[in-house]
């Protein structure tokens, strides 16, 4: 097993829980509402980007699974300790609520938003990869980008949001978490660059998907 592919996909994960809990926080750019899961969400697309272009789709299809493994443990197990009834000298249970709380649809839409949006990324990638014989890697990168955070963000906010916020309002909210999502991976693209470069040095490989089943059931625990 590659040390580095293990070591990248600890990071898929924690990004991913991390984004959970990080969104229970608004935050504001400007005049422009945001969760806090947005200084660490966009990292994992980044991850995804890495391990497509160097160990190639089924090495992603396996990564994007343990992340939804991962997350869907955590939540469960949140969700779980948030129900079990407080001990009566703990003040802080509504905090505790407001952070593990999540509710079932937000869950759904949640999960359902990742999968959608990752697979997509990691399938962009691997094909423009192909088409263009390896070249153009920053194009590959934000366009894979674009197609994920989009496809995310139009399944996500109608599920999550829908019924709680105006309808007018979604559009405007899902345009800026597309567009300000790629722009965090046009800022760090040269880091990601620099790693992609590295890593395909240190591990000696730069897969090409060719004739691969694109199926995003078919996993193999080889690494």
């Known amino acids: 097993m590659s040390v580095l592919f293990m070591l990248f996909s600890i990071l898929f ?12 926080k608004q935050i504001a750019l400007g005049n422009i509402s945001l969760t806090g899961g947005l200084l660490v969400f966009p990292i994992s697309y980044i991850v995804n980007d890495c391990v497509c272009e160097v ?3 089924r090495k992603a299809r396996l990564l994007i699974w343990t992340g939804f493994a991962m997350n869907f443990f955590f939540v469960v197990m949140g969700a779980i300790c948030d129900y079990i009834p407080a001990a009566p ?8 609520h407001g952070v593990f709380g999540l509710a079932p649809r937000v ?3 949640s999960f359902c938003a990742f999968l959608v949006g990752s697979f997509l990324n990691a399938y962009v990638m691997s094909r423009m990869k192909v088409s263009s ?6 194009s590959r990168a934000i366009w894979s980008t674009v197609v994920g955070e989009t496809a995310d963000s139009l399944i996500f906010f109608p599920l999550a949001l829908g019924g709680v916020i105006p309808l ?12 300000l999502k790629t722009a965090y991976e046009i800022v760090v693209l040269p880091i990601t660059i620099r790693v992609v ?8 490989v730069d897969v090409f998907d060719e004739g691969i089943d694109y199926n995003i059931f078919k996993l193999s625990l080889k690494v």
């Open 13 to 24: 994960c924690v990004c991913l829980i991390a984004a959970n809990l990080f969104a229970t």
């Open 55 to 57: 160990w190639g789709y």
């Open 89 to 96: 000298y703990y003040t802080n249970a509504e905090g505790f």
């Open 107 to 109: 869950a759904l839409a």
């Open 133 to 138: 014989k390896g070249k153009n890697f920053s």
């Open 168 to 179: 007018s309002a979604l559009p405007a909210l899902m345009f800026w978490q597309v567009v």
């Open 197 to 204: 470069k590295a890593l395909k040095e240190h591990e000696g």
